[in-house]
């Protein structure tokens, strides 16, 4: 998927995996993807990124203009997931900017959950997510997070709103 119109919503998923396996409306391996404009909303997955799964070492994951309503997923980010391996020689992204976050929940992390080696948000609107540990957004191990312009307001955290961990190098 190299990019996606305006009009594409992905809606009402139910992507629960008996396997314990990562399952999700798209999944992104080694790519870079633009997403301007989709709307995902009430999807539920039993793995991370009930609406995105991004891994792999390479690549760029822009979101641009998206909007996240009451999505769920039952592990980590119930919006977006962007994992990477351990490697020194990753060159990954995650750029999200003019999108909302709405009404979403995860058991780990409510909407965003990233270790990809530099994540920037701008410009969105994190409102009303809910997760029971770790924050609206999470930043681990390898990332670096620059947040800018950004509204975080009524999130329901039990640890905070944006977290990151020390790299265990």
């Not at 305006?6 to 399952?23: C, I, L």
């Not at 709307?39 to 793995?47: A, I, K, L, Q, S």
């Not at 003019?98 to 929940?105: A, E, P």
């Not at 959950?113 to 390898?142: M, P, Q, R, W």
């Amino acid at each position: 998927l190299a990019s996606s119109a305006a009009s594409d919503v992905y809606k009402r998923q139910d992507m629960n995996s008996s396997a314990g396996g990562t399952t999700c409306c798209l999944s992104i391996n080694n790519l870079n993807c633009v997403l301007d404009g989709v709307t995902f909303f009430d999807n539920t997955t039993g793995g991370g990124g009930s609406c995105i799964d991004k891994f792999g070492e390479n690549g760029t994951l822009e979101i641009n203009k998206c909007k996240f309503y009451d999505n769920k997923s039952n592990y980590w980010a119930s919006c977006v997931w962007v994992g990477t391996s351990r490697s020194d020689n990753r060159n990954d992204q995650c750029l999200i900017t003019d999108s909302v976050f709405k009404g979403n929940y995860g058991k780990y992390t409510s909407t965003v959950a990233t270790s990809s080696e530099n994540c920037v948000i701008k410009n969105c609107l994190f409102e009303n997510n809910e997760c029971d540990s770790g924050g609206t957004v999470n930043v681990s191990h390898y990332g670096t997070l620059e947040v800018v312009d950004t509204d975080i307001t009524g999130n329901i955290c039990t640890s905070c709103l944006l977290y990151t961990s020390p790299s265990p190098r």
